[in-house]
């Protein structure tokens, strides 16, 4: 999910955020001139029987297997799916955004958006086709997100991020502190669980064994900033707030980093990091906020590591983290038969088998009342009812946070202030200073 190396992440996440500006102007002037959208139609308006290849092109674990696409593939026998996956959500969003500045050209048919890059691209809908509207499928706030103010639909919901609390058990008890998911659930603070009694129980671990209690401060804080109803915009007018003057972040700032450095809670890892995974293998941190997509990640970096469990908790009550959608682009010469697999990838069977393969919990309400989904165990993770769980986080979430087109901008600006001080020791204020700066600058 990402590159190796903490000090070079910051450097990729700040090339990126400063090129936005210039990305704007590019996609601006090549959407005004997008041609119609190319299709599978025959002369009549009917799709053709013609053999075609699609490619989808995701990122980290959607679930989508070759078995599922060989699913489609044996009901179109014309069709052949081609899958591309890029490692980590930043390198699809630079690869698709390089490629739309461009003008289309070597996209893949279906490209998957993350929440927080999708506002980015709103702005250019001309750039994505239309979909037909599916009433019912998907929880009300999912559509809304990749809804254009005048009702175009870009992109079709395949999951969202409820998120609980993923631990160690074997950790816990070894310490001598609650280990069982209720007890845990309930040590930290159970329907009243706020970031100071996670934070709290935290020091309680940290005192007893001196080891970290969480892996990231970047990653943490996620979980604090997306309970913000609007972070770094306006939700009236769109504008970005200063980031000088925006106590509510500078607050959960100074709370995560007061936890992480001088309670020293935080295990010092970037997130997707090599030495990040390389810290389940070692013990190195024993909780972690955990959407339903990161059960993934821990199985595949935990390896025969035995221990994890999830507890259903979650402080400030419900949080959402990430979520994808599936859109296709304008420029594809495959639009119309694209667009019907995008439809078929995010129906409700379709995204409960995902869940089952990835934990990727579906945001169509049929699939999550489903009882495949209700009755799901996860083996690894201590054989938790992970569809209950995570069905009970997804029902504490209270609609979706604003996140505008400067969305993405501001908040890498912010991870990198997180990062320079929990990965480098920086000096907290020092790095906040700095991270205003960089802010402004880009700011479309």
């Known amino acids: 999910?990402?590159?190796?190396?903490?000090?070079?992440?910051?450097?990729?996440?700040?090339?990126?955020?400063?090129?936005?500006?210039?990305?704007?102007?590019l996609l601006g002037a090549?959407?005004?001139?997008?041609?119609?959208?190319?299709?599978?139609?025959?002369?009549?308006?009917?799709?053709?029987?013609?053999?075609?290849?699609?490619?989808?092109?995701t990122f980290n674990n959607f679930g989508y297997t070759d078995e599922l696409l060989a699913q489609y593939s044996e009901e179109h026998p014309n069709v052949t799916i081609e899958h591309v996956t890029a490692a980590e959500s930043g390198d699809a969003r630079t690869n698709l955004t390089t490629k739309l500045a461009a003008g289309g050209e070597g996209l893949a048919d279906i490209e998957a958006i993350e929440v927080d890059w999708l506002p980015e691209l709103m702005q250019y809908p001309d750039l994505f086709a239309d979909l037909p509207t599916i009433d019912g499928r998907w929880v009300d706030w999912k559509v809304q997100q990749a809804t254009?103010?005048?009702?175009?639909?870009?992109?079709?919901?395949?999951?969202?991020?409820?998120?609980?609390?993923?631990?160690?058990?074997?950790?816990?008890?070894?310490?001598?502190l609650p280990s069982e998911r209720e007890e845990v659930a309930e040590w930290i603070g159970g329907d009243g669980a706020t970031w100071d009694t996670y934070f709290a129980a935290g020091k309680e671990y940290v005192d007893e064994t001196g080891n970290a209690w969480f892996d990231s401060?970047?990653?943490?804080?996620?979980?604090?900033?997306?309970?913000?109803?609007?972070?770094?915009?306006?939700?009236?007018?769109?504008e970005p707030k200063d980031l000088a003057s925006n106590t509510e972040v500078k607050g959960l700032y100074d709370q995560v980093l007061a936890a992480a450095a001088e309670d020293e809670l935080s295990a010092g890892l970037e997130q997707w990091g090599d030495d990040w995974a390389a810290g389940f293998q070692n013990d190195a941190f024993a909780t972690m906020l955990c959407p339903a997509w990161m059960t993934g990640p821990i199985e595949q970096n935990a390896g025969n590591v035995e221990g994890w469990d999830i507890a259903d908790v979650f402080p400030g009550g419900g949080g959402n983290?990430?979520?994808?959608?599936?859109?296709?682009?304008?420029?594809?010469?495959n639009t119309e038969a694209a667009t019907e697999l995008a439809d078929w990838l995010t129906s409700p069977e379709v995204q409960t088998q995902a869940f089952e393969e990835a934990g990727t919990f579906p945001s169509q309400i049929e699939a999550q009342e489903s009882e495949a989904v209700q009755t799901f165990t996860n083996d690894f993770m201590s054989g938790a009812p992970a569809g209950e769980i995570f069905s009970t986080r997804a029902q504490a979430i209270d609609g979706a946070p604003f996140k505008g087109a400067n969305y993405f901008a501001i908040h890498a600006e912010v991870q990198n202030a997180i990062n320079r001080v929990d990965l480098n020791g920086e000096d907290p204020e020092t790095s906040w200073e700095t991270?205003?700066?960089?802010?402004?600058?880009?700011?479309?």
Not at 1 to 9: A, E, G, I, K, N
Not at 46 to 53: A, F, G, P, S, Y
Not at 217 to 238: H, I, K, R, S
């Open 1 to 25: 999910m990402l590159s190796s190396t903490r000090p070079r992440r910051s450097r990729r996440v700040a090339a990126a955020t400063a090129g936005i500006a210039s990305l704007a102007l």
């Open 30 to 57: 090549c959407s005004g001139d997008t041609e119609e959208p190319g299709t599978t139609d025959g002369d009549d308006g009917e799709m053709t029987d013609e053999e075609i290849t699609l490619t989808v092109a």
């Open 148 to 176: 254009t103010p005048d009702g175009k639909l870009i992109g079709y919901g395949t999951d969202i991020g409820p998120e609980a609390i993923c631990y160690r058990s074997d950790l816990l008890e070894a310490a001598g």
């Open 217 to 238: 401060a970047q990653a943490t804080f996620q979980g604090m900033v997306n309970q913000l109803d609007a972070a770094y915009e306006d939700p009236a007018t769109g």
């Open 321 to 333: 983290w990430g979520g994808s959608f599936l859109t296709v682009p304008a420029s594809g010469a």
């Open 435 to 444: 991270a205003v700066t960089d802010a402004a600058n880009v700011i479309q």
